[in-house]
């Protein structure tokens, strides 16, 4: 055996053991979770380029690695229901990871974003990381437009930042092989960013993305436009009904009073809950649907 093969078999040898090391801790992970202040401490190698460096050429390998990691830290976190629990913490890291070994992993990017948007509980709520990892891939990636267009997106649905929005629009549709679609959108910020109408108009250019994650976030937040509809209705016909003295607000007093038939439930089927004191509706804490965003308000 020359040299020059037997030291590519060492460096062959030791990037499967470091892969296997990285699947073994995984696995471990999922047979004995820790507990959530213990795994916050825990990334592997928390240097992309280092370990872009160690991976010897397996940088696609190691980036599936890290993306598995990254949803599997994003979906237990979802989970926890310790109060005061610390969640997400390296939910960016291990992004900010994959992404550097991989540069074109274009689902890191643009599911990622969604992840790390998401408000909390279900996710940090921090849209400005979103927007960084949006331009890492553009560094990468410069004439992708759905990456101007996502990041067009989290600055109007996320930081309601209209004329940010638009600008980020109007350079998606500048990029080569944009679709029609985009061209009106910078318009529709500027002069109707605030309206429902507009939120759903967005999402629903989503939900035709080609990748099938996408489509389902989008499907979701369709549905939660669907509920605070319905939960506008609601709340418009409680508004109606007078208290008197000492009362409070149940279903049962709004169906005595023929208001209700019954009691609301969203679209997954789970009954809304109303606040005796208030009378407002709000979608369940047991409600995939929940929480629901903070939506932009409507024009007057």
Do not use: C
């Not at 319905?230 to 709004?254: C, F, H, K, T």
């Amino acid at each position: 055996m020359t040299a020059s093969r037997r030291d590519w078999l060492v460096l062959s040898l030791g990037m499967m053991a470091l892969i296997a090391a990285i699947g073994l801790q995984v696995d471990r992970d999922r047979r004995f979770p820790r507990s959530a202040q213990e795994s916050d401490q825990v990334l592997y190698v928390r240097s992309g380029a280092a370990l872009k460096r160690l991976t010897l050429g397996f940088n696609g390998i190691a980036a599936d690695v890290y993306w598995i990691r990254a949803l599997q830290h994003y979906g237990g976190d979802r989970l926890i229901k310790i109060p005061g629990a610390v969640r997400y913490q390296l939910l960016y890291p291990l992004l900010d990871i994959t992404t550097t070994l991989d540069p074109h992993f274009n689902i890191a990017y643009r599911f990622g974003a969604i992840f790390l948007s998401e408000g909390y509980p279900g996710g940090p709520g921090r849209p400005d990381r979103a927007i960084e990892l949006l331009r890492k891939g553009l560094v990468a990636m410069p004439h992708k437009w759905q990456y101007y267009h996502d990041i067009g997106f989290v600055y109007y649905w996320h930081l309601r930042d209209y004329k940010a929005s638009a600008e980020w629009f109007q350079r998606a549709e500048a990029q080569p092989g944009a679709p029609s679609w985009l061209k009106p959108l910078a318009a529709t910020m500027l002069v109707q960013g605030q309206d429902r109408a507009s939120a759903r108009l967005l999402w629903e250019q989503i939900a035709r993305s080609e990748e099938e994650w996408l489509r389902k976030s989008a499907t979701r937040a369709l549905l939660q436009l669907d509920v605070l509809d319905q939960i506008d209705q609601v709340n418009a016909a409680i508004r109606r009904v007078p208290l008197s003295p000492g009362e409070r607000y149940s279903w049962e007093m709004l169906a005595r009073r023929g208001l209700l038939r019954g009691i609301p439930a969203d679209p997954t089927g789970v009954l809304f809950v109303l606040d005796p004191d208030t009378g407002r509706v709000t979608v369940s804490r047991d409600s995939t649907l929940y929480p629901l965003p903070d939506e932009p308000k409507r024009l007057q």
